[in-house]
Nanobody, 125 residues
Framework: QVQVVESGGGLVQTGGSLRLSCVAS????????MGWFRQAPGKDREFVTA???????DYADSVKGRFTISRDDAKNTVYLQMSNLKPEDTAVYYC???????????????????WGQGTQVTVPS
């Protein structure tokens, strides 16, 4: 069982920045592929970004150039640095763990094995 806990959400004005953190338990964290997803009210959960255990990264087109994913294996933590935030970024952001060892991170939420409870990010229009 892997525990996943996100933090860092909040209210930020358009154009502002925010950094989300996600801590996952387990001594094998360095081998996890990690993903960030988000769900806005009335919408399906969507892929945001992911990072493989080899530090290969993937980004949704909607956040490319504005969001950066990184990881610190010594702290069992993955970060999501969000810049130039827009009202359409408003959502609950979820961190997820994929245990299968793959060089490329997955965009499908069905591929992830453990999820956090989510953290709210609000960018007022």
């Amino acid at each position: 069982q892997v525990q996943v806990v996100e933090s860092g959400g909040g209210l930020v004005q358009t154009g502002g920045s925010l950094r989300l953190s996600c801590v996952a338990s387990g001594r094998a964290f360095s081998l996890y592929n990690m993903g960030w997803f988000r769900q806005a009210p009335g919408k399906d959960r969507e892929f945001v970004t992911a990072i493989s255990w080899r530090n290969n990264r993937d980004y949704a087109d909607s956040v490319k150039g504005r969001f950066t994913i990184s990881r610190d294996d010594a702290k069992n933590t993955v970060y999501l640095q969000m810049s130039n935030l827009k009202p359409e970024d408003t959502a609950v952001y979820y961190c997820a763990v994929r245990l299968k060892l793959e060089d490329r991170p997955s965009r499908s939420d069905e591929d992830y094995d453990y999820w956090g409870q989510g953290t709210q990010v609000t960018v007022p229009s």
